[in-house]
T-cell receptor, first 116, second 118 residues
Framework: RKEVEQDPGPFNVPEGATVAFNCTYS??????FFWYRQDCRKEPKLLMSVYSSGNEDGRFTAQLNRASQYISLLIRDSKLSDSATYLCVVNAIPGAGGTSYGKLTFGQGTILTVHP | SQTIHQWPATLVQPVGSPLSLECTVE??????LYWYRQAAGRGLQLLFY??????ISSEVPQNLSASRPQDRQFILSSKKLLLSDSGFYLCAWRLHPRDRGITNYGYTFGSGTRLTVV
């Protein structure tokens, strides 16, 4: 089983639609969760962190369910500019002795295309 | 503010040639540094990470190596490139855990180097 698994996609939606991405992670000890966005042939950029209580940033809402080891990203009122690959990201197990080297594990990504 | 620089942006190298990619971070100290590779149509694969000068951990066996000669400098090298080394190489930094406190910081990536081995 992969450490981080995402919806295979691709998602092809019209402008104004609401779209949801799902992600599951295998390591129950994971502590940090993020959604990144990657445009074609560019580096990934942090979209938002994901907190246990859920968090919202404009049209974007992220949810975390630790019991189910499940993360989601909801995009409301999709824009053409939202077209990109969305990466679910989880931190790895802390190192021995309680140290953490901060390694993040990336899902394969889900491609979103928003069309007029 | 912190910035990360990575160069070159693109590179075409023949099989068997050496490689040196450089990454520097400004505006912070003692960052965690990472090298990732993204093959065409695939996910990000962690190659190396470093928590301090001279401290390098390798994630996957390969013909690549990494070095951290200075606190904010991270270098990816190869003595002889293979065709399979082609890909998009990304350097990233993250605040050291003790400097992050309870704040949830992600990575910041450099703009990447697109390497084609021919």
């Amino acid at each position: 089983r992969k450490e981080v698994e995402q919806d295979p996609g691709p998602f092809n939606v019209p402008e104004g639609a609401t779209v949801a991405f799902n992600c599951t992670y295998s390591n129950s000890a994971s502590q940090s969760f993020f959604w990144y966005r990657q445009d074609c042939r560019k580096e990934p950029k942090l979209l938002m962190s994901v907190y246990s209580s859920g968090n919202e940033d404009g049209r974007f809402t992220a949810q975390l369910n630790r019991a189910s080891q499940y993360i989601s990203l909801l995009i409301r009122d999709s824009k053409l500019s939202d077209s990109a690959t969305y990466l679910c990201v989880v931190n790895a197990i802390p190192g021995a002795g309680g140290t953490s080297y901060g390694k993040l594990t990336f899902g394969q990504g889900t491609i979103l295309t928003v069309h007029p | 503010s912190q910035t990360i620089h990575q160069w070159p942006a693109t590179l075409v190298q023949p099989v068997g040639s050496p490689l040196s990619l450089e990454c520097t971070v400004e505006g912070t100290s003692n960052p965690n540094l990472y090298w990732y590779r993204q093959a065409a149509g695939r996910g990000l694969q962690l190659l190396f990470y470093s928590v301090g000068i001279g401290q390098i951990s390798s994630e996957v066996p390969q013909n690549l190596s990494a070095s951290r000669p200075q606190d904010r400098q991270f270098i990816l090298s190869s003595k002889k490139l293979l065709l399979s080394d082609s890909g998009f190489y990304l350097c990233a930094w993250r605040l050291h855990p003790r400097d992050r406190g309870i704040t949830n910081y992600g990575y910041t990536f450099g703009s990447g180097t697109r390497l084609t081995v021919v």
